[in-house]
Structure formats: C-alpha cells, structure tokens
C-alpha cells in the first residue's frame, strides 16, 4: 500500500500567486481530510471529504481558498490569490473508520 | 464539544527508559476513540494507537501502550524502552461516536538521549 500521496512536497511561490496542492488518498478509503499545521496555530482542520462530497468547511479560513474532489482518488487544495501569512505545512489525511492516516504533507513558503 | 489536553510541552527521557506522554480530555459522548499520533523531524504524522472508549482492555502496540482511565478522562501513552529513534512530537487525539474529525491536543515534545 503506497499510503496517502501529495504533490508537491515542497512549493515556494510568491504572494499573489495561484497554488494547487494535490492528494491521492488510500484506495479504499471514503473520508479525505484537509489540515493545515503552523507553529502559531498548531494543527487545524481545512475541510473533509466523505464519499467525494465536502461534508464540512467551517475551518477554511477565507474565500481565497477552496477543495475539490472529483473522484475517489484525488483531491486538490487550491489558494488564489496566496497570500504569506498561508504559509505552513498542508497535510492531507485519508480514514475509512477509525483511524487517519496522513501523507507526508506540502510545505508552502509565500514570499 | 471536544477536547484535548497535553499538559506536557517538553519531555526528556534517557534511552531504554519508559515514558509516559499525558493526554486528558473532555466529552460529554459516551462513546468515542482515542488515537495517538507521532510527528518525527521529517514531519510527517504517523498513526501508532488507537483506544475505543468501551474496550475493556488498554491498547498496546509494540512498545506503545495505552493508560486508559475512564473516570479521569486520561489517555497516556506509555513507551517502555525508549530509542533514540522515539524523538519526535507526539500528538493525542480523539473522535467522538458519529464524528469523522479528530480533536488533536497541541502535542508533547519527546527528547530521547543516549
């Protein structure tokens, strides 16, 4: 099993930019699982999937930013336009019951 | 609401010791799950165990275990003999019956030396 894929592990933009991070979940797996984690703010929940549908955005932090899930086996995390304070590591998580397991996360550095 | 409590921002321990990560928490669910998570320097978060709220026995995976005490709300994690390779932050977590998300506490940080 290959786990949890994200693309790419580490992207520097400059602000203003547009930013799409990608994730391929567990096969499997019917939750997908948007966090985002800083120093500041520890780890926080962006948005989650249940059977490709968004089931909860409340922890999106603005309009700047948006997810989809087109299918099962892909989802993107998109910021337009990036702004630096976006800056932080991106982790998305897949479950099918208990526990979630997360892929190796995306670093975004907005300059 | 949920939520967790990791009173502990720092812990050190010498190799082959045991340690224990603390981890209390807040629901008024009857039913729910613990989970704890370790994020080593590379970053990544990784699963290690998971405790049902009605499991009678406490969980243990390997040289990971679970403190379960029902009554006072605490989750622990206990690692016996520590490796060097057990340096990382540890995070304590928790899902309430008909929940999907986690609630992470804001995680422990474990120095392992030689």
């Known amino acids: 099993d290959a786990g949890v894929i994200q693309s790419p592990r580490h992207e520097v933009t400059e602000m203003g930019q547009e930013v799409t991070l990608r994730c391929k979940p567990i096969?499997?797996?019917?939750?997908l699982f948007w966090y985002r984690q800083t120093m500041m703010r520890g780890l926080e929940l962006l948005i989650y999937?249940?059977?490709?549908?968004?089931?909860?955005d409340s922890g999106m932090p603005e309009d700047r930013f948006s997810a989809k899930m087109p299918n099962a086996s892909f989802s993107t995390l998109k910021i337009q336009p990036s702004e630096p304070r976006d800056s932080a590591v991106y982790f998305c998580?897949?479950?099918?019951?208990?526990?979630?397991?997360f892929g190796p996360g995306t670093r975004l550095t907005v300059t | 609401a949920q939520k967790i409590t990791q009173t502990q921002p720092g812990m050190f321990v010498q190799e082959k010791e045991a340690v224990t990560l603390d981890c209390t928490y807040d629901t008024s669910d009857q039913s729910y799950g613990l989970f704890w998570y370790k994020q080593p320097s590379s970053g990544e978060m990784i699963f290690l165990i998971y405790q049902g709220s009605y499991d009678e026995q406490n969980a243990t995976e390997g040289r990971y275990s679970l403190n379960f005490q029902k009554a006072r709300k605490s989750a622990n994690l206990v690692i016996s003999a520590s490796q060097l390779g057990d340096s990382a932050m540890y995070f304590c977590?928790?899902?309430?019956?008909?929940?999907?998300?986690?609630?992470f506490g804001k995680g422990t940080m474990l120095l392992v030396s030689p």
């Open positions: 999937f249940n059977n490709n549908v968004p089931i909860d």
């Open positions: 977590a928790m899902r309430a019956e008909g929940y999907s998300t986690l609630t």
């Open positions: 998580a897949s479950s099918s019951n208990k526990e979630q397991y």
């Open positions: 096969s499997g797996h019917d939750y």
